[in-house]
């Protein structure tokens, strides 16, 4: 059996915008989709779970807090793995982890087991698959890459549509152990999308001319330390910690107004179906918003100003919130839901494809891995202690105040500090700082780049010649050079006239 593929021609490669990378896009797809989805599917077995075991619902509550909290604050484990051992054999353990904690979980004879089946193992399998999904996506498209980031966040949504009813369909004709079961069975599709995301590699042609025999460089490889497995120089970059802080603000309050909409509309009197049905409407906007903010990011005039747009979207959910928290009938709550759906979907789309456009690729794997443990925090702490709120305030309004408050603070946060502190230098101001010893290096970098373009343009000449042509010449070379080094020549037929 061969050893393991690295995707170390990831970085260096030029992404293909395409061919194989829809294929891996789709696989992205299906695997956000268990990732976000399964967590709230999860709870449609709760209220059996709760009479089998006898516990209340505040226990069963941490199934999926424990399922979110490895989701997320296995991100620096992630990125060590990926980048000791690539992202599909990752993929591939993580697929076997989720499929097995649910098939364990059947057999549960006490919530413990719940905890560390469904929780930990089923946790860290979707963590194993989610991160290195992204970072394949980023390694793939590059000049698509908004567009193929809201289309893989759109399967948030639609996952969340498809789990949630099959999860009653399996409870009343199999009951929550065959659930279990089956759902074990499903995840295991997990370990088909980490087939498809095949390493990115360089062409054959230059790939050749890598392996001809060269010593020096032999020696150079052998003199350079070794790539770091998690690399903590990205908290170097300003750009970086602006966008962790205010991401991890704004997580506390993100995730609180789904959770508890439904129970806002049936303590305004609303029949239980009625209510669940805002979370519908909720999710169908959400689908059609991610792709749609997707395309229009990836405008030119509109992507190098990603990040303001990412603000504008944060600011827009957090002011759905504030006005949401006055909505006193089911009508205005239907209206907030289609604009949270709106907004919650352009957060969803644009939130990676900022980090990736942030940090780049070489360094997204580490990035990604250290801003979802930030945010693991920020996911513990948000909607348990707005569940504290409304024990202690007993009104919804101040739990939709909170959240909208926390999530315009980390809008304001990250537009006020990127236009503050990140600023782009032109060519002309960075040439007057770095004086004129700084200049005259640069210039000679150039004449040394300006060679090597020209002997890479003389290498891809040379690819695409004919066989036939390059054997002649090298003949040719030979013959021209035997007469030098030799002094003199035999008599043959060929030499003689």
Known sequence: MGGVALDVGGPAVKAP???????????????????????????????????????????????????????????PLCSILVNRFG????????????????????????????????????????????????????????????????????????????????????????????GFLILGGLLLNCCVCAAVMRPLLPPKSLQKDAEAPNAVAKADEKKKPKAKLLDFTVFKDCGFVIYTVSASIMVLGLFVPPVFVVSYAKELGYEDTKSSLLLTILGFVDMFARPACGIFAGLKWVRPRCVYLFSFAMLFNGVTDLIGSQSHDYTTLVFYCIFFGLSYGMVGALQFEVLMTIVGTEKFSSAIGLVLLMEAIAVLVGPPGAGKLLDH????????????????????????CNFLC??????????????????AMTADHKAEDGVDQEEDKMLEERATRPDSVAVDSQEVERFLKEPENDRALSPSPETCL
């Open 393 to 416: 305030t007993k009104q919804y309004m101040h739990v939709f105040l909170l959240a909208g408050c926390e999530v315009c603070l980390s809008a304001i946060v990250l537009f006020t």
């Open 17 to 75: 915008d395409g061919g194989w990378g829809w294929a891996v896009l789709l696989g992205c797809f299906v695997i956000t989709g268990f990732s976000y989805a399964f967590p709230k599917a999860v709870s449609v077995f709760f209220k059996e779970l709760i009479r089998e075991f006898g516990v209340g619902y505040s226990d069963m509550a941490w199934v999926s807090s424990i399922l979110l909290a490895m989701l997320y604050g296995t991100g």
């Open 87 to 178: 992202c599909r054999p990752v993929m591939m353990v993580g697929g076997l982890f989720a499929s097995l904690g649910m098939i364990l979980a059947s057999f549960s004879t006490s919530i413990i087991h719940i905890y560390l089946c469904t929780g930990v193992i089923t946790g860290l399998g979707l963590a194993l698959n989610f991160q290195p999904s992204l970072i394949m996506l980023n390694r793939y498209f590059s000049e698509k890459r908004p567009l193929a980031n809201g289309l893989s966040a759109a399967g948030s949504p639609v996952a969340l549509c498809c789990l949630s009813p099959l999860g009653q369909v399996l409870q009343y004709k199999y009951g929550w152990r065959g």
């Open 422 to 439: 990140i600023k782009i230098k032109t060519p002309a101001a960075a040439a007057e700082e770095d004086g004129p010893e700084n200049v």
